[in-house]
C-alpha cells in the first residue's frame, strides 16, 4: 500500500542531544512538509521541499534542519539550539508543491525531552 | 501573512443532530483554496472537504458541507447527522493559488458528540 511512514513513533531526546525524525513516502510525491504541532494548537510549519536537493524555512525553522537527497525521504532533525523541542511532528506529501493537489499526511512522531 | 481563526476551542453536539464549526481568515489574495482536516485520537490528519475561492458553489462531501462567504472572510462546517465518529479535532486551513502548497492552519476545534 502506498503511503507516508513516519518512525519512530515515539521518539526522547537528552539535553544538547540532536535527533532525526524519519519521513519516508512511496507515493512518487514531489513535495514533502514537516510540520510541528503542540498541544492543543494547530499545526506549524518547519520546512518544506518541493524537489530534491532543495528545500525552504516555514514559520519555525530556527533549531531544524533537514536534507532531501532521496524523492522519498525527507528526514527532520531537532538540534540542541532547539530549546523547547517537546511536540508532536507530522510529515506530508503532495504530488506537486505548486498546484492545489491534496496534502497526504503520516501518522506522526511525538517528541519529549527527557 | 494569511491567519486562520477558529473562536470556539470546544464544541459539543447530541448524535443525530447538527453542528456548525467557525472558521474566519485573513488574506488579502482572491484566489486561494480552505480546507477542514479532521484529527481523531489516533492524530492522524485526514482531508474533509475541500473549497476553492473562485467557485461560489459551496463544497459538500456526504454529511460535511460548507458555508463558504467569501467577502466576509468566513467559512463554516456543518455537520449533519452527527455520529460518534465525528468525535476530533477539527482544523480549519488556508492555501495561497501561489507558489508552494504551505497550509496555514487554525488552532483548533475540538468536537464532543454526546450519544
Known amino acids: 500500500d502506498g503511503g507516508i511512514t513516519q518512525s519512530p513513533k515515539y521518539l526522547f531526546r537528552k539535553e544538547g542531544q540532536n535527533v532525526t525524525l524519519s519521513c519516508e513516502q512511496n507515493l512518487n510525491h514531489d513535495a514533502m512538509y514537516w510540520y510541528r504541532q503542540d498541544p492543543g494548537q494547530g499545526l506549524r510549519l518547519i520546512y518544506y521541499?518541493?524537489?530534491?536537493?532543495?528545500?525552504q524555512k516555514g514559520d519555525i525553522a530556527e533549531g531544524y534542519s533537514v536534507s532531501r537527497e532521496k524523492k522519498e525521504s525527507f528526514p527532520l532533525t531537532v538540534t540542541s539550539a532547539q530549546k523547547n523541542p517537546t511536540a508532536f511532528y507530522l510529515c506530508?506529501?503532495?504530488?506537486?508543491?505548486?498546484?492545489?493537489?491534496?496534502?497526504?499526511f503520516g501518522s506522526g512522531t511525538q517528541l519529549s525531552v527527557l | 501573512a494569511q491567519t486562520v481563526t477558529q473562536s470556539q476551542p470546544e464544541m459539543s453536539v447530541q448524535e443525530a443532530e447538527t453542528v456548525t464549526l467557525s472558521c474566519t481568515y485573513d488574506?488579502?489574495?482572491?484566489?486561494?483554496?480552505l480546507f477542514w482536516y479532521k484529527q481523531p485520537p489516533s492524530r492522524q490528519m485526514i482531508l474533509v472537504i475541500r473549497?476553492?475561492?473562485?467557485?461560489?458553489q459551496n463544497a459538500t462531501e456526504n454529511r460535511f458541507s460548507v458555508n463558504f462567504q467569501k467577502a466576509a472572510k468566513s467559512f463554516s462546517l456543518k455537520i449533519s447527522d452527527s455520529q460518534l465518529g465525528d468525535a476530533a479535532m477539527y482544523f480549519c486551513a488556508y492555501r495561497s493559488s501561489q507558489g508552494a502548497q504551505k497550509l496555514v492552519f487554525g488552532q483548533g476545534t475540538r468536537l464532543t458528540i454526546n450519544p
Open positions: 473549497q476553492e475561492a473562485y467557485k461560489q
Open positions: 488574506t488579502s489574495e482572491s484566489d486561494y483554496y
Open positions: 521541499s518541493q524537489i530534491v536537493n532543495d528545500f
Open positions: 506530508a506529501s503532495s504530488r506537486r508543491g505548486t498546484t492545489n493537489e491534496k496534502l497526504f
